[in-house]
C-alpha cells in the first residue's frame, strides 16, 4: 500500500523551530515533485513549498528565507526545516507527491497526500 507519513509538528514559541519530515512508502516507481501545504482554521489548503526530483525548489512568499526545503531520493523522503516561526505559520501541515505507480503493467501518475501534522507557534 503506498503512503506518506508525516512527522516532526508540534509546539513552539514564537522564534523557534521544527522540522518536518515525510516518507513515502510502497510500490512506487518514481516519485517526481514533493511539497509541503498547509492549512489553518477556516482557511483554504496553501502552498509553502515543493522540490523536483532534481531539486528545483519554490516557496511561498510568506516562508522565504525562513522556510528550506530538501529531499532525499535515495529515502524517498522529503523534510521541511522551518525557522523564526510566527504565530501565522500555525497550521496543519500536508506533505505531497507526484508518484509514478505501475497499475496493470502501466505507469500511470497519481497525487499523493499525508493525513496532515499540526504545527502550533504560541506568541
Known amino acids: 500500500q503506498v503512503q506518506l507519513v508525516e512527522s516532526g509538528g508540534g509546539l513552539v514559541q514564537a522564534g523557534g523551530s521544527l522540522r518536518l519530515s515525510c516518507v513515502a512508502s510502497g510500490s512506487i516507481l518514481r516519485i517526481n515533485v514533493m511539497g509541503w501545504y498547509r492549512q489553518a482554521p477556516g482557511k483554504q489548503r496553501e502552498l509553502v513549498a515543493t522540490?523536483?526530483?532534481?531539486?528545483?525548489?519554490k516557496y511561498a512568499d510568506s516562508v522565504k528565507g525562513r522556510f528550506t526545503i530538501s529531499r532525499d531520493n535515495a529515502k524517498n523522503t522529503v523534510y521541511l526545516e522551518m525557522n523564526s516561526l510566527k504565530p501565522e505559520d500555525t497550521a496543519v501541515y500536508y506533505c505531497?507527491?507526484?508518484?509514478?505507480?505501475?497499475?496493470?503493467?502501466?505507469?500511470?501518475?497519481?497525487?499523493?497526500w499525508g493525513q496532515g501534522t499540526q504545527v502550533t507557534v504560541s506568541s
Open positions: 505531497n507527491a507526484e508518484l509514478e505507480l505501475v497499475t496493470a503493467g502501466i505507469p500511470l501518475l497519481y497525487n499523493y
Open positions: 522540490i523536483t526530483s532534481g531539486g528545483d525548489t
